[in-house]
């Protein structure tokens, strides 16, 4: 070390290369430069070797799968990966740019044979799959109702998998069924629901988490159907499917059509709607359909009352129709997935008045409510109609505490059997956020849409196409054709700063911005509107 680093100082400093040396010196020098670099060299040697070694103990054998300190290993990497996705995924063109089938080419064409380590796999998430994401957690993301999946319920989601629970009945999982029975009540609350939908009230209402508001659909209107048929038959009728009528409007969801769809009920009639009653259903027009439909021997079944339709956020009126509904003994549902969340605001609460006539609620928990997907809350006035038409006790299900009447056992409030520990998720979201903090995010898109809905009504170049309700702005290009509807749209999405999607309101195309994510703020609505602004510019002057 001493002979090369004065070697350094004589030979590579220019002060060291002005100084003179005895002949001793000089030998000294050389000898211990000659020392340096050959034990420089077995040094390096050495740490080749080794490095080596450490390489070959890290690839043979390969770590277990099943090994807990793998798993540790490789969560703190996937929880920091996850991170790392969320915080930059706005830093991507929103909308995935990849062409359909390009996954094929990246991937092998089978299985591995061998196992894999979790660095090839945590690789190919930024090699393969990011590429290919539409980024629903970008804060340019303002298409659909998109869901508002926090950390809290992320965690949620991975003690679930994690306990792996199959609770189906009471016995299989008491906490899984009791945690879900506390904590739809406690979301009920918050979104200040009858109390006839309470499990703890004292009738026979109750809730239960469903994957969708299209599942929970189902199991309503199957609920429905089961309900009319015994009621026909203590007068000695029977009633056919193909008697039976579902009513919603020209803006209700899909799903209910799908509902209809499976559940073989051919008769779905859509009522219209128009500018005039802010595309709602009216209790006016829902009456006279009933009336048509009465007059040819069909049978009304069932009413879908919507609060926050998709296309315009559009509230339906819950006292109005519930009031005609029941003239006919129809059940009445409200499809609340999107706006049921806002009931937790007073401010709000006047679009929410009459729930108390229904007999059934809906909210999916991973729109507003800081849920992935899926966690859709149904809560019934009544369960007896659902466990009539789903309940099935095989003899290898049957035990004490079912039969004993005194525990919940949700496999008869839902299609399948199996479920899983949804409820974890929910109850994180409540416990770290807080009713408190709900309620602000869900004021939040509010507060957004209004700013939105500002920048529109100031901007000569558009219009507003229906009522600005709860975080749903509906605009156009005010006077230009639809081809130009068209291709503003067509250039916002290809800008990879914006993504927005377009509905038709009587016919007219009608850009939708949805705002509120749990990463947006005013300075993300400003951007967004300045990009739609800029490409709208192009399309109306050419500029």
């Not at 380590?117 to 109702?145: C, M, N, Q």
């Not at 919940?408 to 109850?427: S, T």
């Not at 196409?465 to 605009?475: D, E, G, H, I, R």
Request: glycine letters at 6%.
């Amino acid at each position: 070390t001493w002979g090369t680093k004065t070697y350094l100082h004589l030979f590579v400093s220019p002060k060291g290369r002005e100084m003179s040396l005895t002949k001793r010196e000089w030998s000294l020098v050389v000898a211990g430069a000659v020392f340096g670099v050959v034990a420089t060299t077995i040094h390096h040697k050495r740490r080749l070797s080794s490095s080596k070694t450490v390489q070959t103990q890290q690839l043979s054998p390969r770590t277990s799968a099943t090994d807990p300190q793998d798993f540790i290993s490789a969560g703190i990497q996937l929880l920091q990966w996850i991170v790392n996705y969320r915080t930059s995924a706005s830093t991507f063109p929103v909308i995935s740019q990849v062409e359909p089938n390009y996954l094929r080419n990246l991937i092998a064409w089978e299985a591995p044979e061998k196992a894999e380590e979790w660095a090839e796999i945590i690789r190919d998430l930024d090699r393969v799959i990011v590429p290919g994401l539409t980024h629903w957690e970008s804060d340019k993301f303002f298409a659909y109702f998109k869901p508002h999946s926090s950390y809290p319920a992320v965690l949620g989601e991975l003690v679930c998998a994690g306990m792996n629970v199959m609770g189906f009945d009471w016995i299989a999982s008491p906490a899984c069924t009791e945690l879900e029975v506390c904590v739809l009540d406690w979301l009920a609350k918050i979104l200040n629901l009858p109390p006839k939908f309470l499990n703890h009230s004292e009738g026979p209402g109750g809730s239960v988490i469903q994957g969708s508001s299209g599942e929970a659909a189902i199991v309503v209107i199957l609920a429905a159907i089961v309900r009319a048929q015994k009621s026909a038959a203590k007068t000695g009728r029977q009633l056919s499917r193909d008697q039976l009528v579902v009513y919603g409007s020209n803006q209700t969801h899909a799903i209910i059509q799908k509902a209809c769809m499976i559940l073989g009920i051919p008769n779905y009639h859509q009522i219209p709607t128009n500018s005039q009653t802010a595309f709602a259903l009216t209790p006016t027009a829902l009456a006279a359909a009933i009336e048509r439909d009465v007059a040819q021997n069909l049978v009304p079944l069932l009413v879908v009352v919507t609060c926050g339709t998709t296309s315009s956020c559009a509230f339906d009126d819950v006292t109005g129709l519930s009031q005609v509904a029941k003239q006919h003994g129809v059940w009445v549902h409200v499809d609340a997935a999107y706006g049921g969340a806002y009931a937790c605001l007073p401010e709000l609460s006047e679009l929410f008045v009459g729930l108390d006539q229904t007999d059934s609620f809906c909210v999916n928990c991973h729109k507003k409510l800081l849920c992935p997907f899926d966690l859709a809350a149904l809560y019934v006035a009544d369960r007896r109609p659902i466990l009539d038409a789903l309940s099935l006790q095989p003899e290898y299900l049957k035990n004490a505490a079912s039969e004993s009447g005194a525990v919940v056992d949700y496999e008869h409030w839902q299609l399948p059997l199996g479920r899983r520990f949804r409820a974890l998720k929910l109850w994180f979201v409540l416990r770290r956020f807080g009713a408190e903090g709900i309620r602000e995010h869900v004021r939040n898109g509010v507060r957004l849409s209004s700013l939105v809905k500002g920048f529109v009504e100031n901007d000569e170049m558009f219009e507003i196409a229906a009522p600005v309700q709860l975080s749903l702005v509906c605009f156009r290009l005010k006077g230009r054709p639809e081809s130009d509807q068209e291709m503003l749209l067509k250039r916002v999405k290809a800008s990879g700063d914006c993504f927005v999607i377009h509905t038709k309101l009587e016919g007219k195309i009608v850009i939708r911005f949805a705002c509120g994510g749990i990463e947006q703020n005013e300075e993300c609505v400003t951007r967004a509107w300045a990009v739609i602004k800029r490409e709208a510019q192009v399309v109306v002057n050419g500029v």
